[in-house]
């Protein structure tokens, strides 16, 4: 069985089947203890007479033995090699190597599940990869993702006549898709800190320990060697408290109605399987949904906080009412009547109609994915296995470090074929020549890509933006096309009503208020809607719904009851009456219409059923007797103004329509015969940033485009107004008349020009136009050249659907262009996950989030506080004292000084004011001691709690919305900016980093090679120090903050190119030369050794003394001459820490040869310098730092690859 086809998915690329073998027949156990280690023994009693190399000889065989093994921890592919055998039968195979599609997941061993069936004669094959299961097909000879009831293209009349499940399909069903459960385990300290200590970095970095340990700087070696393992440990103890938080995101298990075997019965929630049919009711502990379901009947308002992030109720309604015949369709017309995981149920309203009469009053839903496959669960899995991946250039590094280790053989070779001349020790000038190769390969860059980005998310979320792959926010700096929604990312959320228009025959333009419409458009507003009263208990009722739907009908003056019963003013001639809801239609993107049928009765009259309809007016349109004279003019005229606007339309029934025979009526019968109502005007004011932000964006070398499914008129105004579009405007759309043929036509109608599908566009068309295209016509351009040629030259996209959106970002990222896209992340989901950034606004306001924040850093606080009592208690201490901002949750006492001030005064103390003196009145002495105890111990209490704000935060559910991988909060555009922002600071730290590693590795390799055979050594206690030092710098070097405002000047986001390896290779010349010309400045004073003795230990010398001196300058000149500050990111002086830090180092080195202070020298191990050298010295660390400045400079300016692509270039 070929491993390409052994499994058909799209989250996996291929697959092979394998016997795990006993663990002595494993590659790296049975040859050596057979052969290799026999062997060596045999050559070492027999054959080698020297100790040196005797040792070697086995050092070596131990290191092979040791490679192996470990190369297996590193690759799955040589890990199955080594302990496995392939096979091409799943009845054999114990194992699968499984290798993913997405290039940044981890290939992966799973074992191979098998299960014996109900029937006991077959058996079923699985395995569970980021936990998703997978079964084998005989039939088809492959393994295929588990699937559910929901990716069958079934009828609505199937689901709706749904029983449950029976006893032989319940154990089918429990062997196939599991219980219904989140189990993340969680791995002891020990067991993750050994997957963490086989990784390459790791094991490269404790292996220079070691070998810089043998070199006799033993020092300098257990002090990195310290710093490595307790960084490690700190990253293994954050993961596993990250295992545990993923942990708690579990819905808690409880007790649900479900219908088996023809009766209802309760079971727990973690055993439910698909195809079950369950009720659903709202639970007083408020427990989330266990799984996703269907609503058959009924009506839910649920809120979806945990899973979208938004916490506005929704109102999901079954598909009670849908044809039987039709297609059921999850991703749009259906979509709300889908319940997901997680969620929470506010309210359940049973239908009267309902084939499936519940126990408890619930609504009926079947069962359609649980577990992992959840909505929630894919959420949780992309939390869990999101890419570890820091940038997108991987191969970039591998070649820039290959590059390096040129150099690096070059310098060892020299150093070999030098000392083999000698009578020198094989094994240290083997050691020497193994240092020189290592010391090119940057142990340091994986904790600080690290440190970088994980600043970035720390500091993304005080903007309360959150990020579930953290490799994006590096790409977020070289974004090329910003993509936005229009409603509720450009324009507010919440729209106001400015009237209806279209009504009067002599001026069909006039705006009416909606006091003075005629009654059959106030009974449209009123009934066209899916608004539904919220009761909570121990709240007042609120009406729940769409916001502009709340918003039309709160602004006619009616409101929402029970029973779907909307009451009018007193004004209204309804008011006396009764005007009921009683079947509605939800609005569709696809359909672009919503309707409802509802009866009225107006005091002392008949009941008579009344029909409303809203939508897109060219929709409308289709379905009026007769369309008004002005009907297209007026819509446009509005269009032309920005606003939203929504035909209205409507009829009576000629008979009345009971309540039972409702359901009986067809959508088409509904939506037909219908009389203009008016159009319906609203407002949507545009948001206060996000004309600043486009016009950043603008300025900042991005292109900014809309894309939305509004009125292509009413998209160009917005596009206008905030400045996506500067230029007269053409809109590309199908011809009104032929319905086939395509043409370009100016805003106000007065420019019309055909379309030919089948060229590209011609460049004088949007050299002199800015460029909108509808859906309708992107959907007939079928050749792809014109696609791109189109998509790269429009600024503006309206009435597209959300597949529309999503192929469009797809085709820019096929022709890489990197691409954000912003939006709601409701419609916008599939272009949400399609575009390398893509960005859910949500609206949370500030307060809200505000006060989320204190209650999260309150948390914080008390778990400091809690560690401090556990150590106290661990050493016999007393407890320490309660701070001030936790003082209300404990008791008073004298451990306590604050509570009884908190309680006299808790605004002051909330806003950090302490007016308490020692002298106060009222305090006993025992109570001034401990205030003061208090006093002290806040200020250490204070640093603990907060140094954790520089963490990565934590995401929890309800902070990231399933929809993209970055979340804001709040619903402002300016996220964008933060996000790019940040992003370039990401970036130019990550290049910024790999500049100065590379050029510290050619210097040290310089250093170990030329150098150390000239004899010149450096103590131990000069590399510590030094060591020291530059560990501030590196550690600062993410630190520095972004730029409040984005510039023109693009971030350079490549490594490998002649501005990068240019600069890196100047710099490394000018510093070997003034290397060179000091040591012969040396020789002036000193004469050079004839005959070095390379094992001879350090001893301080004029040589020693002047190099390392020099090499700590060269060191200030690689941070401070290649930092990248403005205008990307604050300058070296605004970066505080590493200012300070370069200084320090600086000063040790000019104190250190002008010898103004001897204590300083003489820890340092320096000799003492003839005065005509330390101006020597002085001048040539001044050359060296101005000449690598110079460099820099030079090639920045001429051979920096940081030019935007043309399609961010406005025509």
Same mark, same amino acid.
């Given at each position: 069985?070929?491993?390409?086809?052994?499994?058909?998915?799209?989250?996996?690329?291929?697959?092979?089947?394998?016997?795990?073998?006993?663990?002595?027949?494993?590659?790296?156990?049975?040859?050596?203890?057979?052969?290799?280690?026999?062997?060596?023994?045999?050559?070492?009693?027999?054959?080698?007479?020297?100790?040196?190399?005797?040792?070697?000889?086995?050092?070596?065989?131990?290191?092979?033995?040791?490679?192996?093994?470990?190369?297996?921890?590193?690759?799955?592919?040589?890990?199955?090699?080594?302990?496995?055998?392939?096979?091409?039968?799943?009845?054999?195979?114990?194992?699968?190597?499984?290798?993913?599609?997405?290039?940044?997941?981890?290939?992966?061993?799973?074992?191979?599940?098998?299960?014996?069936?109900?029937?006991?004669?077959?058996?079923?094959?699985?395995?569970?990869?980021?936990?998703?299961?997978?079964?084998?097909?005989?039939?088809?000879?492959?393994?295929?993702?588990?699937?559910?009831?929901?990716?069958?293209?079934?009828? /609505?009349?199937?689901?709706?006549?749904?029983?449950?499940?029976?006893?032989?399909?319940?154990?089918?069903?429990?062997?196939?898709?599991?219980?219904?459960?989140?189990?993340?385990?969680?791995?002891?300290?020990?067991?993750?800190?050994?997957?963490?200590?086989?990784?390459?970095?790791?094991?490269?970095?404790?292996?220079?320990?070691?070998?810089?340990?043998?070199?006799?700087?033993?020092?300098?070696?257990?002090?990195?060697?310290?710093?490595?393992?307790?960084?490690?440990?700190?990253?293994?103890?954050?993961?596993?408290?990250?295992?545990?938080?993923?942990?708690?995101?579990?819905?808690?298990?409880?007790?649900?109605?479900?219908?088996?075997?023809?009766?209802? !019965? @309760?079971?727990?929630? +973690?055993?439910?399987?698909?195809?079950?049919?369950?009720?659903?009711?709202?639970?007083?502990?408020?427990?989330?949904?266990?799984?996703?379901?269907?609503?058959?009947?009924?009506?839910?308002?649920?809120?979806?906080?945990?899973?979208?992030?938004?916490?506005?109720?929704?109102?999901?309604?079954?598909?009670?009412?849908?044809?039987?015949?039709?297609?059921?369709?999850?991703?749009?017309?259906?979509?709300?009547?889908?319940?997901?995981?997680?969620?929470?149920?506010?309210?359940?309203?049973?239908?009267?109609?309902?084939?499936?009469?519940?126990?408890?009053?619930?609504?009926?839903?079947?069962?359609?994915?649980?577990?992992?496959?959840?909505?929630?669960?894919?959420?949780?899995?992309?939390?869990?296995?999101?890419?570890?991946?820091?940038?997108?250039?991987?191969?970039?590094?591998?070649?820039?470090?290959?590059?390096? !280790?040129?150099?690096?053989?070059?310098?060892?070779?020299?150093?070999?074929?030098?000392?083999?001349?000698?009578?020198?020790?094989?094994?240290?000038?083997?050691?020497?020549?193994? !240092?020189?190769?290592?010391?090119?390969?940057?142990?340091? *860059?994986?904790?600080?890509?690290?440190?970088?980005?994980?600043?970035?998310?720390?500091?993304?979320?005080?903007?309360?933006?959150?990020?579930?792959?953290?490799?994006?926010?590096?790409?977020?700096?070289?974004?090329?096309?910003?993509?936005?929604?229009?409603?509720?990312?450009?324009?507010?959320?919440?729209?106001?009503?400015?009237?209806?228009?279209?009504?009067?025959?002599?001026?069909?333009?006039?705006?009416?208020?909606?006091?003075? /419409?005629?009654?059959?458009?106030?009974?449209?507003?009123?009934?066209?809607?899916?608004?539904? *009263? %919220?009761?909570?208990?121990?709240?007042?009722?609120?009406?729940?719904?769409?916001?502009?739907?709340?918003?039309?009908?709160?602004?006619?003056?009616?409101?929402?009851?029970?029973?779907?019963?909307?009451?009018?003013?007193?004004?209204?001639?309804?008011?006396?009456?009764?005007?009921?809801?009683?079947?509605?239609?939800?609005?569709?993107?696809?359909?672009?219409?919503?309707?409802?049928?509802?009866?009225?009765?107006?005091?002392?009259?008949?009941?008579?059923?009344?029909?409303?309809?809203?939508?897109?007016?060219?929709?409308?349109?289709? !379905?009026?007797?007769?369309?008004?004279?002005?009907?297209?003019?007026?819509?446009? +005229?509005?269009?032309?103004?920005?606003?939203?606007?929504?035909?209205?339309? =409507?009829?009576?029934?000629?008979?009345?329509?009971?309540?039972?025979?409702?359901?009986?009526?067809?959508?088409?019968?509904?939506?037909?015969?219908?009389?203009?109502?008016?159009?319906?005007?609203?407002? =949507?004011?545009?948001?206060?940033?996000?004309? @600043?932000?486009?016009?950043?964006?603008?300025?900042?070398?991005?292109?900014?485009?809309?894309?939305?499914?509004?009125?292509?008129?009413?998209?160009?105004?917005?596009?206008?107004?905030?400045?996506?579009?500067?230029?007269?405007?053409?809109?590309?759309?199908?011809?009104?008349?032929?319905?086939?043929?395509?043409?370009?036509?100016?805003?106000?109608?007065?420019?019309?020009?055909?379309?030919?599908?089948?060229?590209?566009?011609?460049?004088?068309?949007?050299?002199?136009?800015?460029?909108?295209?509808?859906?309708?016509?992107?959907?007939?351009?079928?050749?792809?050249?014109?696609?791109?040629?189109?998509?790269?030259?429009?600024?503006?996209?309206?009435?597209?659907?959300?597949?529309?959106?999503?192929?469009?970002?797809?085709?820019?990222?096929?022709?890489?262009?990197?691409? *954000?896209?912003?939006?709601?992340?409701?419609?916008?989901?599939?272009?949400?996950?399609?575009?390398?950034?893509?960005?859910?606004?949500?609206?949370?306001?500030?307060?809200?989030?505000?006060?989320?924040?204190?209650?999260?850093?309150?948390? &914080?606080?008390?778990?400091?506080?809690?560690?401090?009592?556990?150590?106290?208690?661990?050493?016999?201490?007393?407890?320490?004292?309660?701070?001030?901002? %936790?003082?209300?949750?404990?008791?008073?006492?004298? &451990?306590?000084?604050?509570?009884?001030?908190?309680?006299?005064?808790?605004?002051?103390?909330?806003?950090?004011?302490?007016?308490?003196?020692?002298?106060?009145?009222?305090?006993?002495?025992?109570?001034?001691?401990?205030?003061?105890?208090?006093?002290?111990?806040?200020?250490?209490?204070?640093?603990?709690?907060?140094?954790?704000?520089?963490?990565?935060?934590?995401?929890?559910?309800?902070?990231?919305?399933?929809?993209?991988?970055?979340?804001?909060?709040?619903?402002?555009?300016?996220?964008?900016?933060?996000?790019?922002?940040?992003?370039?600071?990401?970036?130019?730290?990550?290049?910024?980093?790999?500049?100065?590693?590379?050029?510290?590795?050619?210097?040290?390799?310089?250093?170990?090679?030329?150098?150390?055979?000239?004899?010149?050594?450096?103590?131990?206690?000069?590399?510590?120090?030094?060591?020291?030092?530059?560990?501030?710098?590196?550690?600062?070097?993410?630190?520095?903050?972004?730029?409040?405002?984005?510039?023109?000047?693009?971030?350079?986001?490549?490594?490998?190119?002649?501005?990068?390896?240019? =600069?890196?290779?100047?710099?490394?010349?000018?510093?070997?030369?003034?290397?060179?010309?000091?040591?012969?400045?040396?020789?002036?004073?000193?004469?050079?050794?004839?005959?070095?003795?390379?094992?001879?230990?350090?001893?301080?010398?004029?040589?020693?003394?002047?190099?390392?001196?020099?090499?700590?300058?060269?060191?200030?000149?690689?941070?401070?001459?290649?930092?990248?500050?403005?205008?990307?990111?604050?300058?070296?002086?605004?970066?505080?820490?590493?200012?300070?830090?370069?200084?320090?180092?600086?000063?040790?080195?000019?104190?250190?040869?002008?010898?103004?202070?001897? +204590?300083?020298?003489?820890?340092?191990?320096?000799?003492?310098?003839?005065?005509?050298?330390?101006?020597?010295?002085?001048?040539?660390?001044?050359?060296?730092?101005?000449?690598?400045?110079?460099?820099?400079?030079?090639?920045?300016?001429?051979?920096?690859?940081?030019?935007?692509?043309?399609?961010?270039?406005?025509?």
């Amino acid at each position: 069985m070929g491993n390409s086809g052994l499994v058909s998915s799209p989250d996996i690329k291929s697959g092979q089947l394998y016997i795990k073998l006993p663990a002595l027949f494993h590659l790296y156990i049975w040859p050596f203890a057979l052969f290799v280690y026999p062997y060596v023994a045999y050559v070492y009693k027999n054959h080698l007479y020297s100790d040196e190399v005797r040792y070697l000889t086995y050092i070596a065989a131990g290191t092979l033995n040791v490679l192996v093994w470990l190369i297996g921890e590193w690759s799955t592919r040589v890990y199955c090699f080594l302990t496995s055998k392939k096979t091409n039968s799943v009845d054999h195979a114990s194992h699968i190597l499984v290798i993913p599609s997405k290039s940044g997941d981890s290939s992966s061993v799973e074992p191979i599940e098998k299960t014996i069936l109900p029937d006991g004669q077959h058996i079923q094959y699985s395995f569970v990869f980021q936990k998703k299961r997978y079964l084998y097909k005989n039939a088809e000879n492959h393994f295929t993702n588990v699937t559910f009831p929901m990716d069958f293209p079934l009828t /609505i009349g199937v689901l709706k006549n749904s029983s449950g499940l029976n006893s032989v399909q319940e154990e089918m069903y429990m062997c196939q898709y599991g219980r219904n459960v989140f189990d993340i385990p969680i791995p002891s300290f020990a067991s993750l800190f050994k997957e963490h200590a086989v990784a390459p970095f790791f094991v490269f970095q404790i292996f220079c320990c070691v070998l810089w340990c043998l070199d006799e700087y033993w020092k300098f070696s257990l002090f990195s060697m310290f710093m490595i393992v307790a960084l490690e440990c700190s990253v293994v103890w954050q993961r596993q408290r990250t295992l545990v938080e993923f942990r708690t995101m579990s819905i808690q298990a409880y007790d649900i109605q479900v219908y088996r075997n023809k009766k209802w !019965m @309760a079971i727990s929630t +973690e055993d439910l399987l698909p195809n079950d049919i369950v009720s659903v009711v709202h639970t007083k502990e408020d427990l989330g949904l266990p799984c996703d379901m269907l609503l058959l009947s009924g009506v839910c308002v649920v809120n979806e906080a945990m899973l979208s992030g938004e916490s506005t109720p929704l109102v999901k309604e079954s598909i009670e009412l849908r044809p039987e015949e039709a297609i059921i369709d999850y991703g749009d017309v259906d979509k709300n009547a889908v319940l997901n995981g997680g969620t929470r149920v506010l309210q359940v309203t049973p239908s009267q109609f309902s084939k499936i009469q519940t126990p408890d009053g619930g609504v009926p839903a079947l069962v359609l994915r649980t577990g992992f496959e959840t909505s929630q669960g894919s959420l949780v899995r992309t939390m869990v296995f999101s890419s570890e991946k820091v940038t997108e250039n991987n191969w970039e590094k591998l070649y820039f470090i290959l590059f390096l !280790m040129v150099f690096a053989i070059a310098a060892s070779g020299y150093v070999w074929h030098i000392g083999s001349q000698t009578e020198r020790s094989r094994y240290k000038l083997m050691l020497d020549c193994i !240092m020189i190769i290592t010391s090119v390969v940057p142990s340091e *860059l994986p904790m600080e890509l690290s440190l970088a980005v994980n600043a970035s998310l720390a500091a993304l979320s005080k903007y309360y933006i959150y990020c579930t792959e953290p490799f994006r926010i590096p790409v977020a700096g070289h974004v090329d096309i910003c993509c936005f929604d229009k409603t509720g990312t450009l324009t507010e959320e919440h729209m106001v009503v400015q009237g209806v228009s279209g009504l009067n025959k002599e001026d069909p333009s006039r705006l009416d208020t909606l006091e003075s /419409i005629p009654t059959n458009t106030e009974l449209a507003i009123a009934t066209a809607h899916t608004l539904v *009263l %919220l009761e909570q208990e121990g709240e007042p009722p609120k009406t729940v719904g769409d916001p502009m739907e709340k918003a039309t009908v709160e602004a006619l003056g009616w409101s929402v009851s029970k029973n779907n019963v909307v009451i009018p003013p007193e004004s209204s001639i309804f008011h006396k009456g009764k005007v009921q809801i009683t079947r509605n239609f939800q609005f569709s993107s696809a359909l672009k219409r919503q309707s409802s049928v509802a009866n009225v009765r107006v005091a002392g009259g008949n009941h008579r059923t009344f029909v409303s309809v809203k939508g897109a007016p060219e929709v409308i349109a289709t !379905m009026l007797n007769k369309v008004p004279e002005n009907y297209e003019k007026v819509y446009k +005229e509005y269009g032309r103004k920005g606003s939203r606007v929504l035909a209205l339309a =409507s009829k009576y029934f000629k008979n009345f329509v009971s309540e039972n025979k409702v359901t009986d009526l067809t959508r088409e019968e509904i939506e037909s015969g219908l009389e203009f109502a008016g159009f319906l005007v609203f407002n =949507s004011p545009l948001k206060e940033d996000a004309k @600043a932000t486009i016009q950043m964006l603008n300025n900042s070398s991005h292109r900014c485009m809309m894309i939305t499914g509004d009125n292509p008129l009413t998209a160009v105004y917005v596009a206008e107004q905030v400045g996506i579009v500067e230029k007269p405007t053409l809109i590309l759309d199908v011809n009104e008349t032929s319905g086939k043929t395509m043409e370009w036509k100016s805003v106000d109608d007065a420019v019309t020009m055909p379309m030919d599908c089948s060229k590209t566009l011609d460049a004088s068309l949007y050299k002199k136009f800015d460029l909108c295209v509808t859906g309708r016509a992107l959907s007939e351009i079928e050749d792809p050249n014109v696609l791109l040629s189109v998509l790269t030259h429009a600024w503006v996209y309206a009435r597209v659907s959300p597949a529309q959106k999503e192929l469009m970002i797809a085709t820019l990222k096929d022709n890489d262009y990197v691409t *954000l896209m912003c939006g709601d992340g409701t419609n916008d989901v599939g272009a949400l996950k399609q575009s390398h950034v893509g960005i859910a606004l949500l609206n949370a306001s500030e307060e809200d989030m505000m006060q989320m924040q204190e209650r999260a850093r309150m948390s &914080n606080l008390m778990s400091v506080y809690e560690k401090q009592i556990q150590l106290s208690h661990r050493f016999n201490l007393p407890p320490p004292p309660v701070p001030p901002a %936790l003082c209300h949750a404990f008791p008073p006492g004298p &451990n306590n000084p604050h509570r009884e001030k908190t309680q006299e005064n808790l605004t002051k103390y909330l806003d950090g004011l302490k007016e308490k003196k020692e002298g106060d009145t009222g305090l006993t002495e025992t109570e001034r001691t401990a205030e003061k105890r208090a006093n002290l111990a806040n200020k250490m209490f204070d640093t603990m709690a907060e140094a954790s704000d520089d963490d990565a935060p934590k995401i929890k559910l309800g902070d990231a919305s399933v929809a993209a991988p970055i979340t804001s909060k709040l619903a402002v555009t300016n996220s964008v900016i933060n996000i790019v922002r940040q992003g370039r600071c990401t970036l130019v730290a990550l290049v910024q980093l790999h500049k100065i590693l590379a050029l510290n590795c050619l210097i040290t390799a310089y250093s170990l090679s030329v150098l150390h055979l000239d004899g010149i050594k450096f103590g131990d206690t000069q590399y510590t120090i030094s060591g020291m030092l530059m560990s501030v710098c590196f550690y600062c070097v993410s630190r520095a903050k972004p730029m409040e405002t984005l510039s023109k000047e693009r971030p350079q986001h490549r490594i490998f190119n002649t501005y990068i390896i240019g =600069s890196v290779l100047a710099q490394f010349i000018v510093h070997v030369i003034t290397l060179i010309y000091i040591t012969r400045c040396v020789y002036v004073y000193e004469d050079p050794l004839e005959n070095v003795d390379l094992e001879e230990s350090f001893q301080p010398s004029l040589l020693n003394s002047a190099i390392y001196l020099l090499q700590l300058i060269q060191q200030v000149s690689t941070f401070a001459v290649n930092y990248q500050g403005r205008p990307f990111r604050e300058a070296l002086s605004e970066n505080k820490a590493m200012y300070y830090g370069l200084l320090g180092t600086a000063f040790v080195a000019i104190a250190g040869v002008t010898e103004f202070i001897p +204590e300083l020298n003489s820890k340092l191990q320096l000799v003492k310098l003839p005065f005509n050298f330390q101006i020597q010295l002085l001048s040539t660390m001044v050359i060296d730092y101005g000449a690598c400045w110079i460099i820099e400079e030079v090639m920045k300016k001429y051979f920096r690859d940081n030019k935007p692509k043309d399609i961010v270039l406005r025509d």
